[in-house]
């Protein structure tokens, strides 16, 4: 069981909006740490999508972004495409831990 | 380009060890924090260990720790992953990863993997 939690899956058609939760704890989110979020296509090694919480790496287009709220955190993609159809991960800090953490993963599935 | 490039990945039986390595290119290795990503079989991401650019601060997951030991050479770009005792549970695609910024753990460079199986 992942110290963050996120939703097994997601759906959405294209053009729409979704959003992925992941739900920390006062030892992680809550505390401040920041939160990241990874976008991995099949076969493929982790993309990072967004850094620092709300922070897109060059590259990554405005379409996605991040948020957060006390204890969670959220990654939200508009305008969905089918090239977003993938596994997507959130990672923090836990000081209870001492070390990283990632959430369980979300399976998006474009409509 | 950066590249990070894993081997040392095979088949081994539980209880014994292997040795992980990820050679590093296209960046100022000893400027990073390095980590150490698995993911097992059809399953999530899992962060194994991480060490900053001088190997002051050395932090395990609970799952390994003790078992485990991470290290860099940065006169050779070189990351390291000594694994001992090894058990099923630890069969997983171990990815060599680089830290974006000191301090805020985010992975910005990731190389393809080293397969590691543990089975008799």
Not at chain 1, 49 to 70: A, C, E, H, K, M
Not at chain 2, 11 to 27: I, K, N, T
Not at chain 2, 37 to 48: F, I, Y
Request: hydrophobic letters at 35%.
């Amino acid at each position: 069981q992942s110290v963050l939690t996120q939703p097994p899956s997601v759906s959405g058609a294209p053009g729409q909006r979704v959003t992925i939760s992941c739900t920390g704890s006062s030892s992680s989110i809550g505390t401040g740490y920041d939160v990241h979020w990874y976008q991995q296509l099949p076969g493929r090694a982790p993309k990072l999508l967004i850094y620092g919480t709300t922070n897109r790496p060059s590259g990554v287009p405005d379409r996605f972004s991040g948020s957060r709220s006390g204890t969670s955190a959220s990654l939200a993609i508009t305008g969905l495409q089918a090239e977003d159809e993938a596994d997507y991960y959130c990672q923090s800090y836990d000081s209870s831990l001492s070390g990283v953490v990632f959430g369980g993963g979300t399976k998006l599935t474009v409509l | 380009e950066v590249q990070l490039v894993e081997s040392g990945g095979v088949l081994v039986q539980p209880g014994r060890s292997l040795r992980l390595s990820c050679a590093a290119s296209g960046f100022t290795f000893d400027d990073y924090a390095m980590h150490w990503v698995r993911q097992a079989p059809g399953k999530g991401l899992e962060w194994v260990s991480g060490i900053s650019w001088n190997s002051g601060t050395i932090p395990y997951a609970d799952s390994v720790k003790g078992r485990f030991t991470i290290s860099r050479d940065n006169a050779k770009n070189s990351l390291y992953l000594q694994m001992n005792s090894l058990r099923a549970e630890d069969t997983a695609l171990y990815f060599c990863a680089k830290e974006a910024l000191a301090g805020n753990w985010a992975i910005d460079y990731w190389g393809q993997g080293t397969l590691v199986t543990v089975s008799s």
